[in-house]
């Protein structure tokens, strides 16, 4: 009897092992199934060139799934140039993002995925900058370093051209980049800065070695479902 129920306690606890395993199989599956056809709708919505990268985030997904509803959903793609202007990096965080679920297998074309909350990132890199400039006959370069900003051209003294240097400021102004000097020279720059997502508002700017982060937020998101 004792041999029995030792076996059957075996059995049961192996049954249960196998169950875990295939809910947690099941439940990655779907994960991967629906980040990559979230991924290929946000590149048609967005009209990007490239298929951005995502990730649905909470555990168990089968029951956001179920529910329509993701709590946090992360979009980033890279090496994104619009305007002139190549930006290194793109980030969006969207919080209670609803999704018709027939969609993710197409069976609701012309449906929406709607995003409550978003917030976004935008990365830019000094060389990025002073490419803009250069390009649009400004013949200044961007230096980030430190969390500090200075800036580089030339100036015409008698007719010669002598390098120079200074230290500068920069805020973000509506849907540019402002770039001034703050030693005297009277010198302001002006960089456009691209809204890649419709609904972007620029917020501040953070400056790092080499590259400044742009902070950016949603009026709204929706994306419209091919």
Do not use: C, K
């Not at 919080?95 to 609701?108: D, K, L, N, Y």
Request: no cysteine; charged share 25%; net charge negative.
């Amino acid at each position: 009897m004792i041999r029995q129920r030792g076996s059957a306690a075996g059995w049961l606890l192996g049954t249960l092992l196998g169950l875990v395993v295939l809910a947690v199989g099941a439940d990655f599956g779907l994960r991967w199934w629906t980040e990559a056809w979230l991924a290929e709708e946000a590149q048609t919505a967005l009209r990007l060139d490239q298929r951005p990268d995502v990730d649905l985030h909470g555990f168990p997904f089968v029951a956001q799934f179920l529910d329509g509803v993701f709590d946090r959903a992360d979009l980033e793609v890279d090496d994104l140039t619009e305007g002139g202007l190549t930006i290194e990096r793109v980030t969006i965080e969207g919080r209670r993002v609803r999704f018709p679920r027939r969609a993710v297998f197409g069976e609701a074309p012309d449906a929406t995925i709607h995003v409550e909350e978003a917030t976004g990132a935008v990365e830019l890199s000094d060389r990025a900058v002073s490419d803009y400039l250069q390009a649009t006959d400004l013949p200044f370069s961007v230096t980030f370093t430190g969390g500090r900003v200075r800036i580089g051209g030339s100036v015409d003294v008698g007719g010669t051209e002598i390098g120079a240097s200074a230290n500068a400021e920069v805020v973000v102004e509506g849907d540019s980049l402002l770039i001034r000097d703050v030693e005297g020279s009277g010198v302001e720059l002006s960089v456009p800065l691209p809204t890649p997502i419709d609904g972007m508002r620029y917020r501040g700017i953070e400056v790092g070695d080499g590259t400044a982060t742009l902070t950016a937020s949603f009026d709204r998101l929706v994306l419209r479902v091919s």
